[in-house]
């Protein structure tokens, strides 16, 4: 069953068509990537499915039109979103940093979830640690776990994997993995192609705000188009070439 369906989505700033007419569905325990050559449209689209951002088109969270919905009422609806900065309360403990993320049902048992969330992300052991005692890896996979407390149906990720080193990348990409296999739903933006490749079940790829294709990554990585879209930027043609 699709957790998050998203259909004719357009943002528009001004002049500039950013995201022109992409479905999205995100199924109940997947992971989508979606991916594209800097400036393609990818944050623009997160921004309109969390309401950060005026769009035409209509979003579903399970079956409920949540289109006019604004953005506190998605993420309640269960629509959650990290982001490319992780904002952590710099004087409360990591598990105190979960504790105080608003969660969608009152009779959630949030002790259980922050014990859950703790770890899938394999960040149990630093649950008394300040954020500054982390490194920056390990403040986003707490930005992460707070995403699920909450007690998501989808969460939207925006390059979760910014400023990681390869190793903490891949232990991301695992906990990703683990996080779907709960259930939850994914959408995954980044730009590091080793972990989306491994790590999504699907790709949708965008390219002047237009999707030019969608499929299995090992299908999406070879297809002429998304190798197309990529030429002439700098940092990823390889990247994908080199998959493919
Ligand atoms: N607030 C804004 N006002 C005007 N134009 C914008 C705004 N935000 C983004 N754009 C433009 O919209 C297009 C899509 O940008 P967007 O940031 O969504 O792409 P992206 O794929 O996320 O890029 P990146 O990989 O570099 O983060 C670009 O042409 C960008 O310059």
Known sequence: MSALDARGITVRYGGVV?????????????????????GAGKSSLVDAITGLTRCTGTVELDGVDVTRAR?????LAGLSRTWQTVELFADLTVEENLRIVRTRHVEHDVDGEIERALELLGIADTRHLLPAELSLGGRKLVGVARALVAGPRVICMDEPAAG????????????????????????????DM???????????????????????????????????????????????????
């Open 18 to 38: 950013a995201v022109d007419d992409v479905d999205i569905v995100v199924r109940e325990g997947e992971v989508l990537g979606v991916i594209g050559p800097n």
């Open 164 to 191: 990681l080193d390869s190793r903490e990348s891949a232990a991301l990409g695992r906990s990703l993995r683990s996080i779907a296999d709960g259930g939850t739903g994914i959408l995954l933006i980044d730009h």
């Open 194 to 244: 080793d972990m989306v490749l491994g790590t999504c079940d699907e790709l949708h790829v965008l390219d002047f705000g237009r999707t030019v294709a969608t499929g299995a990554p090992q299908d999406v990585r070879r297809d002429p188009a998304v190798l197309r879209a990529y030429l002439g930027e700098t940092h990823e043609p390889e990247a994908v070439a080199h998959h493919g």
């Open 71 to 75: 953005v506190h009422q998605r993420a």
